[in-house]
């Protein structure tokens, strides 16, 4: 089995889309990532998070069926955990957050179990960069990859902070508008090399419903979105592409770019099942049947046949 | 030779980027659509147009010397050729239009001379959907094929009539929010379905810097653009798109999924060099090995092998 140390949020979701609402239900970045890696045969995903006591023993429970170590969810006595809820718009791209209360998440400092800290993959959700920070020096081991997830509001608030956990790490998922914004550069390959030159050999540049994209040095691919006839709640879909990316590296043993190619295309894949019901809903009963139908219709998506050398 | 008519404006353009400016150069959708499609072999493109006399022979000339036909490029008299003057901002993404002096093409009534009237593949570039209509219905056989480009202009001025012009089309391009616009559907898959129902077989989605995606019933196919240091001009992407698109397709003789598949992608590739310098210069030096090489780096790009029966 393979570690897979994931750190991230663990919340209380409320999600109103124009297709309905839900409670409160299980929710944050890691909860996605987890489920997302989960898929993968010889993986052992172990969140990193913090709740309160108000979060239920059956969302815990809920994610130990599914394979996930727990170990490393700290519960604190008396704390509320982080609640977000959000209003999606007609067009499902965009939405309104309704509350933000961070709670125990406010002074989240994760604490590695002993029994994670030689995990040789470790994805960091996307959390103040110190935080993140914390955990790379945690590991008794250097890492064979770390994957750090961030966004605009760190590069607005702690962008020294964020360029200094950036040369820990060896790859990084960010959107391409704070591609530009973190680089200067309008143009996502010239981002990417100058990202590059922060620190991370990987940049993964996601584009929500246009697909991702990698590059390392000179290389670069691109994995499309599947074209959906529903989004039903586009919550949770970053996370399941990080999710289902680490996971695919884990499983697959090695970091050459082939690897991190074909781990596109599963968090991809992985993505466009979360859409589909709210919350963690699909992702926690789709099927390795349905998993390689869908893979398949990405492949139908892409490929094409030219000979270029007639 | 396979004949493809190739019906759009012709055009002065000046053009201002953060790279520099142009005095007034050849542009409009014809000349873009028809270098692209002049570089298949067998493919006779010929332009229908309009120009003033103020229109320069060498310009004619240079169209002529690509291989491109325009004994369908009326020459009015005392007129003045369609002028356009647009700057583009920072990100490339967005334009500002400084001038648009419809002049001759204002009142713009193509004639199809009679060599051109039994061409199996008509190429309808962005123009009011009645001078569209007028042009299919000079034809004296029915093309294989009727391609259609057009824009939220007309669905906002003249959609009735656009509707009654659809009823007559094989494959529409327009991009993803006016397919959005037309069909009312926010989801791309539900738009293709619902246009599709509206006459076209084939539904063209461009969606820019993010690809290309085309609808046949149940089948999709995604072409990517090229991610690229650098955008040096935008002007004419489209339509360069178009042309290779229309230029393939004439060239390979038959309509099957298979064949639309690759006409996206030369159209893809083929626009990503026009964007590389100023109109359409980048586009008159293209050679074949520079294509060649293109289309393998699209091949790169998105191919990927997962085995999915393991």
Redesign the interface.
Known sequence: MSKLVIVGSCAFDAIETPFGKTDKIIGGASPYIGLAAAQFDNVDPAIVAVVGDDFPQEYLDFLAERGINTDGIEVVKGGKTFFWSGKYH???NSRDTLATELNVLADFSPKVPASHKEAPIVMLGNLQPQVQLSVIEQMDVKPKLVILDTMNFWMDIALDELKTTLKKVDVITINDEEARQLSGE?????AAKKIHEMGPKYVVIK?GE??A?IFEGDK?????AL?????FDPTGAGDTFAGGFAGYIAQAGDTSF?TM??AL?YGSCLASFTVEKFGTERLQSVTPEEI?ER??QF????????N?ND
């Open positions: 007609n067009d499902m309008y143009s996502l390959v010239t584009k246009h697909g994209l670069m691919f691109f994995a499309p074209p959906l006839s529903d989004v082939e190619k074909t295309i390689k893979l398949h492949k139908q998506l892409v490929q094409f046949d030219i270029i």
